[in-house]
C-alpha cells in the first residue's frame, strides 16, 4: 500500500471534498515524540490498522489495537497517547468535517451524502449512545479506505460520487458491524432491555423506529415484529408505555408543571400530553394529579 | 352475548383472555413490561408501568374484540404472579419499584430465620418455604436495609392490588395470593403473628384478606367511560397464577399432579390437606378456603435449554431462538435415552426445590471420549426433566398420584412430554387449553356466577388430550441414571459453596 497525505486547503486533491478534513496512509518508523499526545478530536475519525500494534486511549478508556482493528473517534472525545506518540506501524485514516454532530448524536452529514436524514440521524444516536470505539476485525473497513485512496489517485471518471459513496458505505458498514458485535444477535429480550435503558435515560429524544431498530442490530420491518411479538406493542406505543408510566411518577411524587413534565417525558407538547394521557386513563393529568394526591 | 374477560398480571407481561359464559375463547392479547436488575441479585418492576401496560392491552383489547363485535362484559376476573412487594405510602403513592419473586436480596434474613425455632412454626402456619423470594424476608430486609422507605411505608402491597386499587380505587388481597407472602396463616385465614414479629410490622400494614370470590369492587368512574365498561361490570379479585394453573388444569383430588415448564417450572398436587414436608421443601398455597395447591418449584425450566440455545444452536436468523430450539431439539433425538450417560445438572441459576440452595451451580458430569454433540444436547434436556422429577419423587411420598398433565410452552414439545412420561412411569397428558391460568380464572368465574356448584364441578370440565405412555424400558435406563443425578446433587454441596463464593454472585 502506497502511502500518502492528503489535507484539507492544503492538499488540491480535496477541494471537491470540502468535508473530508484528511485522508491517509501512513507507515510510521520512527518514534517521534509529542507527536500524538491526548487532545480534544474536533472530527469524525475512523482509523484502521494495517500493520503493528497500537495502544491508544480513546473517550477514556485504553486500547490495543492490532491489525484489522478498525477506531472510530467521535467530535469531542479524547484521544491520543499517553507515550504522547503513535506506535511503529502502518495506519490509514479518514477525518470527516459533517455538519452536526452534537454530544446527545444528532448527526447531519451534508449534501454530499446519499444516506437519507432519518438513517443519518440513527447512525449517530447509535454512535454516540453505544460509545464502542474500537471495532475488532474489521477488515472491510480497510478495504473500503484502501479504494478511496485509489480514486483520489487516479481521478477516473466519476470519481467525486464515488468516494462519497465510499464514505457513506464505510459508516454503513462500521454501524452494522457495531450492532452486530452488540448484541451477536442471539438474546432478543438481552438487546430489547439495553435499548429499553437507552430510552428511558433519553425520553426526551424524539425517537424514530429506525433509530431503535439500529440499536438492536434489525431492519425496521423485522424490528418491528419481533417488537409487537415480544412485548404485545409497536415499537412507537410500548414507547408511549414508558412516556406515561414516567409522567404518572412525576404527576405523583413533584410538584413540577404539567408541561414540563410532558417536554421530559418526550411528548412534544402539553396538549399532546393530555390527549395522550386522558385517552389511555380517561383522567386529565391535572385530574389525575388531584385524584392521587388525597387518600384512597 | 356475555363474556367473561381474565386477567393474568404474570412475570414478565400482562396476558387478556376473553371467553364466551360457556368456555368457549373468544380472543388473547398481551402486553410485555420490563425486569429491572439494578444489582446482580436485584430483580424489580415499575408498577406504574404495569399498571399502563394492563390498562393500555386492556383498553385496545376491548376495543378491537369485545366492544366492536357486541360482547357485553358480564364479569373481569384477575390473577397475578406471587410473592411480589410494593410499599406505598399513605396516599397509596408507590415507594419506589415493586420488588419481584425472582429478587434475591433477602439471602441473609432468610438465613437468619432458618436458623430460629420458629422458622418451622412460620412454616407451617403460612404455607411459604423460607426464602429470599417471601414477602416475609423482603419485608424484613426493608426493615434492616431501607429504612426510611420503611419508615414512610402505610401498606405492604402486591403489584396485583396495585392495579386493582389503581382500576377500583379498593386496596384488598385475595387469600390466595396472600397466602403466598409467608406472613398469611393458611389454616385461620387471617394475617399470621409470629411471621408479622419476624418481618417487624403490625397486621395494619398489609392489605385486608378476602376470599378469592370478592366481587364487590367497582371500576372507577374515569375508566368505565375510557374502557367503555358499564358501572355494574362484576370484578372478581381471583387468585395467584400458580393456584389458577393448577385449576385449570383440572388437577382437583386424589392422585392427579400437574407440571408446568415456562422458563421457570412446577409440580404441583391439590387437596383439602397440606403438605408437611419435615424438611420445609413444599409450598402450601390457597386456591381458596380449606383448598391448597401444594408443590415445589424449580428456578431451572426453559430458561435453561434457551441458555443452551444461545450459546451452542445454530441461528439462521437475527434473534431465532424459537427455530434454534426447534433444532436442537431435533438433533436430541439422535441420541438414546439416557444420553449414553452423559449427565447435566441444571442448576445455573441456583435451585429452589427440592434443594433450595441458591448456591447450587450446573455440571456435565460422566463425559467419555465417544459422547458426540447430540449427546450433550439430550442430556441439558434430560438434566431439567431429571430436576422436574426429583421434585415429583419427593411429592409422592407424601401424596400418590397417577397421572400427570403437563403445561407451558416447553412441556408441550413431544419429546419433552414423553421423556417425562419416561421419567415417572405414568402416562401423561397435554393441557388442551392454549393457556391453563386464564382457564383456571374463567372456571373461577364461572363458579362465582353460578354456572357450577363448586370449584371441584368446575375442575372436572378440563378436558385433556394426546396421551403420552410411559416406555418401560426407558423408564428403567432413567432410574439408573436418575440415582446418579440425585447422589451428585446432594454430594457436590460443598463444592457449590465453595464455586459460588469464587464466583461472587
Known amino acids: 500500500m502506497s502511502q500518502f497525505f492528503l489535507q484539507q486547503q492544503k492538499s488540491a486533491e480535496l477541494n471537491p471534498f470540502p468535508h473530508v478534513i484528511e485522508l491517509a496512509c501512513q507507515k510510521i518508523q520512527h518514534i517521534q515524540f509529542n507527536s500524538f499526545a491526548l487532545r480534544q478530536s474536533s472530527r469524525l475519525q475512523i482509523f484502521y490498522i494495517n500493520e503493528g500494534r497500537f495502544e491508544w486511549i480513546i473517550n477514556g478508556k485504553a486500547f490495543t489495537l492490532y491489525p484489522g482493528d478498525t477506531a472510530v473517534i467521535l467530535p469531542q472525545q479524547e484521544f491520543g497517547s499517553d507515550k504522547s506518540f503513535l506506535d511503529l506501524g502502518i495506519i490509514s485514516w479518514i477525518a470527516l468535517a459533517p455538519l452536526q454532530f452534537t454530544v446527545a448524536g444528532d448527526l447531519s452529514l451534508g449534501t454530499w451524502s446519499g444516506l437519507p436524514k432519518n438513517e443519518t440521524r440513527s447512525i449517530g444516536k447509535l454512535l454516540s449512545l453505544n460509545q464502542v470505539s474500537v471495532l475488532s476485525k474489521l477488515e472491510a473497513a480497510g478495504h473500503i479506505l484502501q479504494c478511496m485512496q485509489k480514486e483520489m489517485a487516479e481521478q477516473e471518471i466519476g470519481y467525486t460520487v464515488r468516494v462519497n459513496q465510499l464514505i457513506d458505505e464505510l459508516l454503513i458498514t462500521i454501524v452494522r458491524h457495531l450492532t452486530r458485535q452488540n448484541n451477536l444477535q442471539r438474546d432478543f429480550p438481552q438487546s430489547f432491555m439495553q435499548l429499553e435503558q437507552s430510552l428511558r435515560s433519553n425520553l426526551d429524544h424524539q425517537w424514530l423506529v429506525e433509530e431503535m431498530a439500529v440499536m438492536v442490530g434489525l431492519g425496521t420491518t423485522a424490528f418491528t415484529e419481533k417488537v409487537k411479538n415480544y412485548t404485545g406493542f409497536s415499537p412507537l406505543h410500548y414507547l408511549i408505555n414508558i412516556r406515561i408510566a414516567e409522567a404518572i411518577k412525576l404527576l405523583k411524587n413533584s410538584s413540577k408543571q404539567v408541561t414540563d413534565i410532558a417536554l421530559e417525558t418526550g411528548f412534544y407538547s402539553s396538549q399532546h400530553f393530555s390527549t395522550t394521557f386522558k385517552k389511555l386513563t380517561g383522567y386529565t393529568p391535572r385530574q389525575f394529579r388531584t385524584n392521587n394526591s388525597k387518600k384512597i | ?505
Open chain 2, 1 to 505: 352475548m356475555d363474556c367473561i374477560i381474565t386477567i393474568d398480571i404474570g412475570t414478565s407481561a400482562v396476558r387478556i383472555f376473553a371467553f364466551e359464559m360457556n368456555g368457549t375463547a373468544i380472543g388473547f392479547a398481551k402486553g410485555s413490561y420490563p425486569t429491572f436488575h439494578t444489582e446482580p441479585i436485584y430483580s424489580e418492576q415499575d408498577p406504574e408501568q404495569v399498571f399502563i401496560t394492563v390498562l393500555y392491552v386492556l383498553k385496545n383489547f376491548l376495543t378491537e374484540k369485545i366492544n366492536a363485535k357486541k360482547y357485553k362484559v358480564a364479569a373481569i376476573c384477575f390473577s397475578a404472579a406471587m410473592h411480589s412487594v410494593l410499599p406505598v405510602d399513605k396516599n397509596g403513592v408507590p415507594l419506589g419499584n415493586a420488588i419481584t419473586w425472582a429478587d434475591n436480596r433477602g439471602k441473609q434474613e432468610a438465613d437468619d430465620l432458618k436458623k430460629l425455632p420458629m422458622a418451622k412454626t412460620i412454616y407451617d402456619a403460612t404455607g411459604t418455604p423460607i426464602h429470599p423470594m417471601s414477602p416475609l424476608i423482603k419485608i424484613a430486609w426493608i426493615k434492616r436495609h431501607d429504612k426510611e422507605r420503611f419508615s414512610k411505608t402505610d401498606k405492604f402491597i402486591a403489584i396485583k392490588n396495585y392495579i386493582i386499587q389503581q382500576l377500583t380505587g379498593e386496596c384488598v388481597i385475595d387469600y390466595s395470593l396472600a397466602s403466598a407472602t409467608g406472613l398469611f396463616n393458611i389454616h385461620k385465614l387471617q394475617w399470621d403473628d409470629d411471621a408479622l414479629a419476624y418481618a417487624g410490622i403490625s397486621a395494619d400494614k398489609l392489605p385486608a384478606a378476602v376470599p378469592v370470590f370478592y366481587s364487590s369492587l367497582q371500576l372507577r368512574r374515569e375508566y368505565q367511560v375510557s374502557l367503555g365498561l358499564p358501572k355494574k361490570t362484576k370484578i372478581i379479585i381471583g387468585a395467584s397464577d400458580g393456584c389458577m394453573a393448577t385449576l385449570g388444569a383440572g388437577v382437583w383430588g386424589e392422585g392427579k399432579a400437574t407440571i408446568t415448564i415456562e422458563q421457570s417450572g412446577a409440580v404441583r398436587v391439590a387437596g383439602n390437606k397440606v403438605i408437611r414436608d419435615s424438611k420445609q421443601r413444599f409450598f402450601n398455597y390457597l386456591l381458596t378456603e380449606g383448598y391448597y395447591v401444594s408443590g415445589g418449584p424449580t428456578n431451572n425450566g426453559g430458561v435453561i435449554f434457551e441458555w443452551f440455545a444461545k450459546q451452542f444452536g445454530v441461528f439462521n436468523e437475527a434473534y431465532g431462538i424459537d427455530d434454534s430450539i426447534h433444532r436442537l431439539i431435533k438433533d436430541a433425538m439422535q441420541a438414546p435415552p439416557g444420553s449414553d450417560g452423559l449427565l447435566f445438572l441444571p442448576y445455573l441459576l441456583g435451585e429452589r426445590a427440592p434443594l433450595w440452595n441458591a448456591n447450587a451451580r450446573g455440571a456435565y458430569f460422566g463425559i467419555n471420549i465417544k459422547h458426540e454433540q447430540k449427546h450433550f444436547i439430550r442430556a441439558t434436556l434430560e438434566g431439567i426433566l431429571y430436576e422436574i422429577y426429583s421434585i415429583g419423587k419427593i411429592l409422592e411420598e407424601h401424596r400418590a398420584f397417577s397421572t400427570l398433565s403437563i403445561n407451558g410452552s416447553f412441556a408441550a414439545y413431544p419429546l419433552w412430554a414423553q421423556i417425562i412420561a419416561d421419567m415417572f412411569g405414568k402416562p401423561v397428558s397435554v393441557n388442551n387449553s392454549y393457556d391453563s391460568i386464564g382457564t383456571g380464572a374463567l372456571l373461577l368465574s364461572q363458579t362465582e356466577m353460578g354456572l357450577y356448584r363448586n370449584l371441584e364441578d368446575a375442575a372436572k370440565t378440563v378436558s385433556l388430550q394426546a396421551s403420552y405412555e410411559p416406555n418401560k424400558n426407558d423408564h428403567q435406563v432413567y432410574m439408573r441414571y436418575f440415582s446418579v443425578f440425585e447422589k451428585l446433587s446432594h454430594k457436590l454441596k460443598d463444592e457449590f459453596e465453595e464455586i459460588a463464593l469464587l464466583q461472587n454472585v
